[in-house]
């Protein structure tokens, strides 16, 4: 079973790991978190978590998951926060910014399986949500498109384990809002699952169209299939394509070898652009022409990714995001190995800002990791 630590005790934490001794420097608003810091509060909710009857009852694994998630889930409330003109101190989008932060952390310094690590981040990136959901224009999309992501049921529990680790006279209102949070997922069939899709088409055509009923499927079939492979710089992503997705069932859009057709360097930013331009011309011709083919890049980030997306579906395509990864060692032993070395700083800096692809963005998303 992985732990994130099996010494549990604050000294310890604080000893072993930077990101700990940076919460007892980081203040926290006296109206919302009278008990003071966010090493104070970060304690204050491990235990209250502890004490949750719903957290005893889980199984070894997730009890750890939610732990560590606990531990996380304001470390970056050290580089949110301000003090405003009239003294109120804010950490405005410390949850997202603490997302990649936990990422870095499980993948870098504490060597964590693919899919606890992930649970742990989306748990750190919604951590909030059960306290605004009924707040936002569209609630069922909300929480509809949070499932996909993060199991509602181990969102609530963290959500309560953080209003009762803190002082502040809104208590009782705020687990009063997360009780309506669980609420209102059971009654929408997001409660600890995914919201329940008939299929991958009714999935993307919900999630696409601002006016669509979640329960509508659609009876048009994707009209060419489209493969977007991501992964960081060495993870192995020529090997994975070669191996699964062969000419002339595929046709095979690699920016590496545009880039080499081109005379073009990876470190030319003005060239980059010329390349993606390139290949975006071939895949238009693939789509127009009803031909599969798989786009062999790193398409590390939400945005990057989305780009190809957007244009694919235009094309009444179905798309499958292939991710790869390896353990962080093994990462720069093979970009080593690589004919076009990525330098060691343009690693790190692609490291910290990796967004793990998922059900959100595409038909189908393979996660292929060692």
């Known amino acids: 079973m992985w732990t994130i630590t099996e010494n549990r005790s604050w000294p310890y934490l604080e000893q072993t790991y930077d990101w700990v001794r940076d919460m007892q420097e980081v203040p926290q608003d006296p109206i919302h978190h009278g008990e003071g810091n966010v090493a104070i509060h970060t304690q204050m909710v491990l235990a209250a978590l502890q004490e949750q009857p719903a957290y005893q009852a889980l199984s070894a694994q997730d009890k750890e998951i939610l732990w560590a998630a606990a531990l996380l889930h304001d470390v970056e409330k050290r580089s949110t926060t301000v003090t405003g003109p009239d003294g109120r101190i804010t950490s405005a989008g410390h949850a997202r910014k603490g997302e990649g932060t936990a990422r870095q952390i499980l993948y ?23 306290l605004w959901l009924l707040e936002k224009r569209d609630p069922l999309r909300t929480i509809i498109h949070a499932s996909l992501q993060v199991n509602t049921q181990h969102l609530a529990l963290l959500a309560r384990a953080d209003m009762i680790g803190r002082i502040a006279p809104d208590t009782a209102e705020l687990l009063y809002r997360i009780d ?32 669509a009923a979640p329960g509508y499927v659609p009876y048009k079939a994707p009209a060419v299939q489209v493969v977007i492979m991501s992964g960081l710089p060495g993870a192995g992503k020529d090997t994975y394509v070669q191996q699964h997705y062969r000419q002339p069932e595929w046709e095979i859009i690699s920016l590496d070898d545009i880039r080499r057709q081109m005379k073009i360097s990876p470190a030319d930013r003005s060239g980059t652009g010329k390349v993606v331009q390139a290949a975006k011309e071939q895949a238009r011709g693939y789509l127009r022409n009803k031909r599969s083919f798989v786009w062999n890049a790193t398409n590390t980030t939400h945005q990057m990714r989305e780009q190809l997306i957007a244009l694919c579906m235009q094309y009444d395509a179905g798309v499958t ?12 032993r093979q970009n080593g190995n690589r004919e076009a070395t990525v330098p060691y700083n343009a690693m790190q800096k692609l490291i910290s800002k ?14 292929h990791v060692r």
């Open 180 to 211: 309506c949070f669980e609420e209102y997922c059971k009654e929408h069939q997001c409660w600890g699952s995914p919201w329940p899709f008939e299929n991958a088409q009714a999935r993307m055509h919900y999630l696409r169209k601002g006016d």
């Open 108 to 130: 870098r310094e504490i060597p964590t399986p693919f899919h606890i690590r992930e649970q742990i981040t989306q748990l750190v990136k919604y951590h909030s949500l059960p």
């Open 321 to 332: 995001v292939v991710y790869v990864e390896v353990p962080y060692k093994e990462l720069f």
């Open 354 to 367: 990796l967004e793990i692809p998922d059900l959100t963005e595409a038909h189908e998303v393979i996660y």
